[in-house]
């Protein structure tokens, strides 16, 4: 995915949804002049999916018609989240557990066949030339003629930049001239979505809870494990369990981590629970490229959309993107599609004005 090219009409910085989106979006109107730079060694961003587990984006449902509308173009499949069987709410660790079915009428969350990296690979397909991976972004500097971008792999020049990073990481980017301290104010104020998340993932040669009359999902605030749900792929011939952990766990040993919460499934779920073939976690909160330092737990939810993220800056040169900045579902999948799509349709009609 690497060439030589260091000069573009557009540079898009970030190869996530969002980025991936205006890309497509662009070169679908014939603005095909695009560079993608990625700090991380991988696309994706905040989807990343190891061993067919998701542990980043992962669920929509059917209200999120940008999602819905972007796998019928591509012709991706999806298929609805398993919640057959018994289920756990866990009140109290010290009580019995509380056994309940989720009632089948109750509107369905989906899941991306082929999990949720499956979108983005077929949206950077057009691209796996143009995009430069472990190319982080240091300054943004403004000129007649552009914005150059300064980054750990030399420098970049584009015409017009797309900054598609969560907001709040992206103050940690220099910019000349200095942004507004409005806008500098609202992007240190926006939560970054998954930033504080840690997910676990196991793998099982069989999926053990089904053949028990289970869901595979346990809920409850006061155990290691907050959520844990079904995680076997559309075919079921992958079968695994996933879930997010109690961010009390974040500074235990890895070790004392994982038998926590082994211990902990084991007691809901049974002693197949130490039969996995394979074991995974991604802490966000420790991925320099999704959560910065002094991270802040958010209880309530988020606001997202702040309308400074609508406007150009730079002399309009400049627009920052991203599920955060979404007015719509802002932090999920759909709030990443839709500020892509605005952010293509913006440049777009720059270049009918």
């Known amino acids: 995915m690497e060439n030589s090219k260091r000069s573009a009409k557009y540079i898009i910085v970030g190869a996530g949804l969002s980025g991936l989106t205006t890309a497509n979006i662009l070169s679908d109107q014939g603005e095909t002049d695009i560079i993608i730079l ?14 067919a587990i998701d542990l980043g984006a992962t669920w929509f449902q059917d209200h999120h018609s940008h999602v819905n509308r972007l796998l019928e173009t591509h ?70 003629s552009g914005i150059t971008l300064q980054t750990s792999d030399g420098d970049y020049h584009a015409q017009k930049v797309v900054v598609t990073i969560p907001p709040k990481l992206a103050t940690t980017i220099d910019y000349e001239p200095a942004l507004p301290d409005t806008l500098i104010s609202a992007m240190k104020g926006t939560h970054t979505w998954m930033s504080n998340a840690i997910k676990v993932g196991l793998l099982f040669k069989a999926p053990f809870w089904r053949k028990n ?11 290691p494990v907050i959520e844990l749900y079904d995680h ?28 926590r919460i082994l211990s902990y499934l084991e007691k809901y779920l049974g002693p197949e629970i130490r039969q996995h073939i394979a074991y995974m976690e991604k802490d966000w909160s420790k991925d320099r490229f999704t959560a910065c330092e002094n991270l802040k737990s958010v ?39 839709y500020s892509g799509q605005r952010a293509a349709k913006l440049l777009l009609d720059q270049v009918l004005a």
């Open 38 to 51: 990625e700090g991380r060694n991988r696309v994706g961003g905040r989807i990343h999916t190891n061993k």
């Open 75 to 144: 012709n991706i499949q999806k298929f609805e989240q398993f919640n057959q069987g018994q289920s756990v709410l866990v009140y109290n660790t010290m009580a019995p557990a509380h056994y309940f079915e989720s009632p089948q009428e109750a509107p369905a969350a989906y899941r991306v066949a082929g999990g949720s990296i499956a979108v983005i690979d077929r949206l950077s397909i057009a691209f796996k030339d143009n995009i430069k991976i472990n190319t982080k972004v240091l300054l943004l500097k403004e000129s007649t």
């Open 213 to 223: 009359k289970h869901s595979g999902t346990v809920i409850g605030q006061v155990g």
């Open 232 to 259: 076997c792929n559309h075919e079921n011939s992958i079968f695994a369990l996933m879930g997010f952990v109690n961010e009390g766990l974040r500074d235990v040993s890895d070790a004392d981590r994982k038998e």
């Open 299 to 337: 209880y309530m939810s988020p606001q997202y959309g702040n309308r400074l993220f609508e406007a150009f800056h730079m002399n309009g040169k400049l627009l920052f993107s991203g599920t955060e900045t979404s007015p719509m579902y802002g932090g999920y999948l759909d709030g990443a599609i």
